[in-house]
């Protein structure tokens, strides 16, 4: 089987949430290690790459953790492009794929890294998302909806992880930062290559943004995914 390597991006600051999310517990572990839990519990993954910043790495006391593969971690920058950029650096030289994912959705499942991996397989370039399903406005002046209808129609929400080759998706990143460009996900970063990426319904994988976010998902984790 290919090695993948994980990529975790750790290294934000949690402002919108008002507290440290990825130290939260979900089920009594810190979020950021239920995120590292479900990416290592997906055969596929041989090496993980954690973009952290050491103080919370260590508060955690993940340095002293033991994991199935070899887990580093690297700090981030700036922006999450750079971040990714970093963690991309420290890969090793076996890795062929990469699954890049954020550290505060802990709620993906092996099985669903699994999927998204055999989908990049297939086609090149995958990432979990999700359809969009509910009404959608655009806000007009003083905040009122306008009469314009957003058609929803394939449209779909991005999430991770978003798997690609490594060498691919180095390259875009390379381009991203040449150019001055701003990406939020590595799908728009590939797309400066003129690589299209496959969309795999990657099930309850909502990202941990604020207080609410994370008493839904213990109530998720308690009674079921």
Known sequence: MSHVAAL?????????????????????????????????????????VVVCPLDRWERLGLHRESFRVPVTRVDGGEERQDSVAAGLAALSAEATWVAVHDAARPLVRPE???????????????????????????????????PEVVDRNGLWAMETPQ??????????????????????????????????????????NFKITLPGDLELAELIWQYGR
């Open 8 to 48: 975790i991006v750790a290294a934000g600051s949690s402002r919108r949430a008002g507290f440290d999310k990825l130290t939260a517990l979900l089920g009594g572990e810190p979020v950021l290690k239920r995120s590292m839990q479900a990416l290592l519990g997906a055969s596929c993954v041989g090496e993980m």
């Open 112 to 146: 669903d890294v699994m999927r998204c991996f055999r989908a990049a397989q297939e086609s090149g370039a995958a990432a979990c998302a999700h359809p969009v399903v509910d009404t959608l406005k655009r806000v007009g002046e003083g905040g009122f909806s306008s």
């Open 163 to 204: 798997i690609f080759d490594v060498r691919l998706l180095s390259e875009a990143y390379r381009r991203v930062g040449e150019q001055g460009l701003a990406v939020t996900d590595e799908v728009s970063a590939m797309e400066t290559l003129g690589v299209a990426t496959r969309l795999v319904d990657g099930g309850v």
